[in-house]
């Protein structure tokens, strides 16, 4: 084969190459998960969520990321949760990821709740120790940021595959929150909620799916 064949070829293979990475990629990035509707009727309905340490989707790694449970009792994986606009939500999440503490104590104090308190575990809690929180929710469009404990690291029967059950060591957080005219929120975790990134932001984790989602309003 000639030079000028060859360095074709081989223009021709690297080009290849980068189309089917930019396809992956572009592939990947436009997945949007299923959109799962809050249970009940306005003007009250209940979202029941459950963060895991580690969620298997392959090809992906295992991930630390939400489930919903839509209104079949199914555990979904999905972050694109549909709510009534002029509502109150009550969301109920389980929490089996472990405690990491947080990057700042302020992120300790649930914001834009129903009467500015969670109940965690039976207690009702106007602030957080921030040492024993894993990460936040949070809907900025909304003021509304909650800490949420994590499961103690010498915590026995851990869960170790996704859907988690109630059988296995969790904290249970539940709030309120008052939706208002209708539009696409998103919200998100807050650090830390990567490990391995700095200042445990960012990556892939913080992507839909995962531990960022959207809240439509409707």
């Not at 360095?7 to 980068?18: N, R």
């Not at 830390?192 to 200042?199: E, K, S, V």
């Amino acid at each position: 084969m000639s030079k000028p064949a060859r360095a074709l070829a081989v223009g021709a293979g690297l080009a290849f190459g980068v189309a089917l990475i930019v396809y992956y990629i572009v592939s990947y990035l436009m997945v949007t998960p299923p959109g799962v509707a809050a249970t009940g009727s306005k003007p009250r309905v209940h979202l029941t969520l459950q963060t895991v340490a580690a969620f298997g989707n392959p090809p992906h790694r295992d991930w630390v990321s939400y489930l919903v449970r839509n209104p079949s009792g199914k555990w979904v994986h999905s972050t694109i949760l549909r709510v009534p606009a002029d509502s109150t939500v009550t969301v109920t999440i389980y929490q089996f990821d472990t405690a990491t503490g947080l990057r700042n104590p302020f992120w300790g104090q649930p914001r834009g709740t129903v009467g500015g308190m969670i109940n965690v575990d039976g207690k009702t809690l106007n602030v957080l120790d921030p040492d024993l929180a894993s990460h936040t929710f949070a809907i900025p469009d909304l003021g509304v940021s909650v800490p949420l404990k994590g499961v103690a690291d010498d915590a026995k029967n851990q869960c170790s595959v996704a859907p988690c059950t109630l059988a296995e060591a969790h904290t249970t957080v539940n709030f309120s929150f008052e939706t208002g005219k209708p539009g696409k929120l998103r919200w998100q975790c807050f650090v830390p909620c990567a490990a391995g990134f700095p200042l445990g932001f960012g990556g892939p984790m913080q992507s839909l799916g995962w531990m960022d989602g959207y809240l439509m309003v409707q």
